[in-house]
């Protein structure tokens, strides 16, 4: 069956731009979750959705961050006035419930690039 | 709060000989641990979690890891490598703070004919 797919696979944006980034997750998933992975480094906690709304967003770094899944599938996070520092490979993953070890499929990421 | 400590960021390894890649994790509650490959240019695999149970851990494509609570670690073992096993490899950890995921830093695995 269909994987959890990231659209664009690639963004090459200015300082100072706003971008969305897409997650369609595995269909039936409930739970949906935004990591940021960053040249050499592990994947790093954004945000996560339980449905509709934001179950934990402690790992948003700052209010230019923001997501959203109004329907409970598809994810959309948006990043306003970007920083050079915000170039980072975004992976976005799914899970079919919130429950303790859950297994959570990963897609294969929108590798943003700040100029 | 929990992290994860991957040791090594690189293990250069002939083909056909085994590997281990050294994971230590902290955490004041219970935890759950995983760990994931990144082959080049795509997303995150599960290899094998552990939740309860028996310590070891069997995954896919021949992986295994033992989870030691006393010495709080999860090293990944194969006995034998392939050279499509080069990639990277990560170590997670969820349970203190919901199901979200904490990683290790990766080791990077090159398999050398």
């Avoid at chain 1, 906690?45 to 209010?63: K, R």
């Avoid at chain 2, 851990?57 to 499509?84: C, D, M, W, Y």
Wanted: charged content about 20%; hydrophobic content about 35%.
């Amino acid at each position: 069956g269909a994987g959890v797919s990231q659209t664009p696979s690639n963004k090459v944006t200015e300082k100072g731009k706003y971008v969305e980034l897409r997650c369609d997750p595995i269909s039936g998933h409930t739970a949906l979750y935004w990591y940021r992975q960053s040249l050499g480094q592990g994947p790093e906690f954004l945000i996560y959705f339980q449905g509709t709304g934001a179950a934990d967003d402690s790992g948003l770094p700052n209010d230019r961050f923001f997501a959203v899944r109004p329907e409970g599938s598809v994810s959309t996070l948006k990043i306003q006035r970007t920083e050079r520092g915000d170039s980072a490979v975004y992976l976005c993953a799914s899970s079919l419930m919130d429950g303790h070890g859950e297994t959570q499929y990963f897609g294969p990421g929108t590798r943003l690039l700040v100029l | 709060a929990q992290s994860v400590t991957q040791l090594d960021s690189q293990v250069p390894v002939f083909e056909e000989a085994p590997v281990e890649l050294r994971c230590n994790y902290s955490s004041s509650v219970s935890v759950y641990l995983f760990w994931y490959v990144q082959y080049p240019n795509q997303g995150l695999q599960l290899l094998l979690k552990y939740l309860s149970g028996s310590t070891l851990v069997k995954g896919i494509n021949g992986f295994e890891a033992e989870f030691n609570k006393s010495q709080t670690s999860f090293h990944l073992r194969k006995p034998s490598v392939h050279i499509s096993d080069t990639a990277e490899y990560f170590c997670a950890v969820s349970g203190a703070a919901g199901n979200k995921l904490t990683f290790g830093g990766g080791t990077r695995v090159l398999v050398k004919p």
